[in-house]
């Protein structure tokens, strides 16, 4: 009698390949996860600037425009680099990402409403990798127009105003 205490090389090909395929639908499924991941850390950077926005309102009596907070004018800004210029103040704005953050881009506009010069609105905008429920209902700003926020990736924008 034989004895067979072994593997054959037809079995081992066959297991090897199944574990090949069963990996690479894990890996295909957990990419989806990772791009979700990405996007509710970019919705909470932009909640955060949010916050620090408001806390800047409540210093200075304007939202971050062109003028800085010492000066009392109040202007108007359309870059994420000029908010986080104006924000150095602020306790925590250091943790503010950079306009372009691991492939997602970071927007800012403030602008004074008509007919009031002192009355003032911002928009804050974030595009996301997947398209999610945030995004889709998120508001249409009407002070300050952005078209990112309106345009054709506007279900993947998130885009928050005061």
Known sequence: MRDNRGFTLIEML????????????????????????????????????????????????????????????????????????ALKTIPGSEKLPDADDNGATFYYKSCKISPSPTVQDYVLAVVLEKGNAAAANDIVPTGCEMTVCSGANANKTLCLEP
């Open 14 to 85: 066959i297991v090897i390949a199944i574990i090949s395929v069963l990996s690479g639908i894990v890996l295909v499924g957990v990419s989806g996860f990772q791009a979700g991941a990405r996007d509710t850390q970019r919705a909470a950077s932009l909640r955060f600037a949010q916050n620090l926005v408001e806390l800047y309102y409540s210093q200075c009596g304007r939202y971050p425009g062109g003028a800085k907070c010492v000066d009392g004018q109040i202007g108007a800004s359309s870059g994420w680099e000029d908010l986080k210029e």
